[in-house]
Every structure is written in C-alpha cells, then in structure tokens.
C-alpha cells in the first residue's frame, strides 16, 4: 500500500511480511509525485510506469522510435515493426528511381490512398497471420509489394553504429573487432527503457553467420541499463542470436529450470527485437553477462580491492608468464600490488576448448590440459594468479584421482583432501544435471564456469548461454564418459549417490513443473508467442 500526501514530495508505503507491516519513507529532494488528484485520474501502472513514479518521473514519457529499413525478400519489401509502432499511422518512405514527381498509391484488400505523411495501414488491408499485404502503385501501374508484419509482446533494442561506413554491423559481423555504437531500448508500449546509452560491442558465439544470417553480440555499456527489464541494471549483456532454436524457448527455459533449482546468480534473460542500423536483425535474447557485482555473482569484488592499492589500476596492464608449483603455465598482470586478501573472489570460465590455451588477460591451463579464463578480476596479480591456478589444480587433481586398482576415489593423496573440500558437491549435481538434460553441445566446454569468494570453496556455476541447448547430443554420444570432469566424477561412488539423491528429491520434480500442464514452458511460450 502506498501513501502521498498533499505536498506529494514524500512517499510512504506498508509492505506486510508474513507477521506484519513493514514502514517504508522515501522522500524526493527535487519535484513531486505524479499521483491522481480524483478517481478519474486512477489507472492501472505498467512495471516501468512504476519504476518512473517511484523516481518522480511523469508515468506517460514520449516514445522511443528510430527508422526501420524494409527488407528485400522474393520480390516484395518486408517491413518488421516493434510492438510499439502505431499501424493506423505509420510513417512510410517509398524511393523510386527514374521518375520525376512520381504520384505514389497504397493499395490493400480494402481500399487504395496516396501517399502522406502517415497511413493507416489496418484501413488499407486486412492481416493475413499476421501480415499486412499492400501493392506500391507509381503513377498508376502496380511497381512492387509491401509486406507489413508487428511485433506483439516484446521491447525493441536499437544498436546505432557510430561510424556505419567504416565500423557498421558488417565490419562487426567478420570479425571480433570492437566498434562503438548508440543504444536505444523501448518497451512495449514504447517508453524509453535506456537512450543514447554508448556501448561497445562485439560479434561472438559459435554460430556460423554464412549458414545461420546473424551473429549473437557482446555489449559493455559505459553505464549500466537494465536490457532485460528485470529490474537489475548492469553494464555487460550479451546478445543470442538462438540461430539453431527455432523455437527460441531452449535458453530461457533452462534459466528457469535453473533458477527454480535455486542455482545462485543465475543471469537473467528476456526477448527483444533488435534492430541494428535500421535494419530489423530478428528476435534475440538478452543476457545479463555473468560478471562480479551486486546485481550479478555477489562475491568480494577484487577488482576494487586491486584498485585500492593500485592507483592505475585497468591502464596500460603488461601481462606476463609464470609457473606455478605444478608446473602448469597461467598469464598475470605485472607490477600489481596484491591487496590483504587473495583468496577470492574470482570468476572463472572455460576457454574455447579449441584452443587449449586462456583467451582472456589472465588465466591457466591444468594438467588436463583445461584452459580457464580469469574473469574477474580482469587484471590479476602474479600472487593471486599462482593460488587461484593451484588451488583450481588440486581440485581437478582430486576428481582424477586414482587408487591403486585404478578405482576412481575423489581424494587428492598429495593434500589429503576430497573433491568436494574444493569444490561445493551439490553445485557440481546442479550444473551435471542441468546441462545433461539441456543436452547442450557445449555442455561443461565453454560453458563450463566457477566462482569463489574469500575464503570459501569453489562452485560451480553460474549457468552460462545455452544456445545450443535442446541439440543433437543423444543416447549414443558419449556425454558422460568423454567430458572433462565429469567423465571421472561419474566414477566416484559418492558423487554417483548424491546425482542420484538429488536428481530424485528434487530436480525431476522441477523438470517435470517446467515442463508439465500449465508449468513455466506455457508461460514463457505465451510471452514470446
């Protein structure tokens, strides 16, 4: 329940919690409170209409649009609109060749008008699933179709490219180059979500763009928005493009099943329509980059740790290469003064398994020949480097671990501890369990990631893009005896019996609520549908 006094500078609300009322008091220092003065004035707010009355915003802000180019498809020019886009008066441009003051006609399936400002395009023609049909008449004679299509239910994220001619979604596409560009989201109706946000981004992913037509995206904001409308703003997001999920459903749908699993930080995710340069590029997922911060692996920051004691801290970093007590090679960062605690936190992901080496600033490689990207902190002293690889070492010693009979054991003789002092057991259940059932192609490859806060052990997670989710891995691919890690944890009596406990107590049931009547799969359809 909220409260607005006459002044309407200040705030009050009651948040009843089970066993009573909680006092809420938010008082603004500048302007007042957008609240109805009768009940004419009373109406039923969107969650974005909230969130601009709680910072004392007008709840009708003007809409967000940018130009769409028409694509060319069988001889007709395709127009796909955001969900926002007013049909009864749209904005249309018809450039013609050789024709001096043409006289440009519409026609539908239910009338013909000249060319204006705007057209009434549901006036014109009728929707056929969907798709509203028109003939582009010059001077009388029929000269081409125009095919129009709406989007329903989604926001519209528009990429604008700084430089287009040099650094354009093409030069982004053939590459993994950065370029800069301008961001706009508009929600549904839309209001403005984020405007003229700057971003950088870059092509990534394992889709091929020659077979597929699109490429997912990498974005790194220089402010954090909240992209995917879910209440949590931040600064790295990527784009999916879902190139082999006809369905777009597999990736959202194992974030839930994820989240209902009670998986921690699991990134959050939603649709858009995206737009890039103009042109309509298709209906992507957004993702929250997994990264370390509040709004995602909530863990000690070491980066401002890093920078506390290091005042050019994220410069001009020199890299370099160390040995640690195993032998085994990582990258750190040279001349960087080690703060008290470098215990934790750190965010660690797979490298491409292609490459068999880090990809990114600092990292290592094991025994095993697994290369882990360091992502956070991005710049990692010479000191936290060599504890992070060893203590990453010793875990993956210990699911390898041997006796003499050649039985699997899960202990690692040379520190006389188990796999799961290093790594917390029912995280490692989760993670099997999700990307065994999600059948992901990339299942413990690079999507393959672990954090560890100070002091504390190693988990597994959070999930990362399941793209390939829902793909072609079978019964007879050899998931559980040729994957790293989990080829040898299958082997270890416990680790067999807590797959079993947990798969039974609980993970069916969450599957089978995700999947069932009525369950998470038709509400997520519906959203996107």
Known sequence: FLFCGRRRDRIKGLYWEK??????????????????????????????????????????????????????????????LPASADLSRLAVTVHTQNCTNPTVELQGSKGIEPLGETVNITELAAADDGLYTLTVRINGEAAGTLCVAQSENLSALYITSEDPSAQGRAFVDAGDANAAAQLLLADRDGNAVCDGVRTQLRACGRTDPAAAGKRSYQLRLDQACDLATCGEAAERWT????????????????????????????????????????????????????????????????ETAYAAVNADYGGDMITAAAENRYGRTYRYTAGLTEPADITGGYLLARSDTAKAKQDAANGFVTARGCAMNVQSPAWCGRDAMAYISEYYQAFEDAVYA????????????????????YCDLTSLVQVYLLQRLAADACAVGVSLSFYKDAGGLLYAGPVSDMELACGDIGADDDFDGGRYLVSAL?????????????????FLVQAQRLVGDGGRVMTVGAHLS
């Open 402 to 421: 041997q006796d003499a009979a050649g039985n699997y054991t899960g202990y690692n003789a040379e520190t006389g501890k188990y796999y799961y002092e």
């Open 490 to 506: 299958l082997q270890i009596p416990g680790f067999r019996a807590a797959v079993g406990n947990y798969c039974h107590d609980t």
């Open 239 to 302: 784009l999916l493009a879902c190139c082999d999920d006809a369905t777009l459903l597999h990736d959202k749908l194992f974030r839930e099943l994820a989240v209902s699993l009670g998986m921690p930080y699991t990134p959050a995710a939603d649709w858009v329509d995206l737009y890039y340069d103009g042109v309509y590029r298709g209906t992507y997922l957004v993702s929250e980059t997994n990264a370390v911060g509040s709004t995602g692996v909530d863990i000690t920051g070491m």
């Open 19 to 80: 066993d009573g009322f909680i006092l809420l008091y938010k008082r603004l220092e500048q302007g007042v409170y957008q609240w109805p003065r009768s009940e004419t004035e009373v109406r039923k707010l969107t969650p974005q209409q909230y969130r601009w009355l709680m910072e004392g915003l007008k709840i009708e802000q003007p809409k967000a649009h940018k130009a769409v180019t028409g694509l060319s498809m069988d001889a007709a020019q395709y127009l796909f």
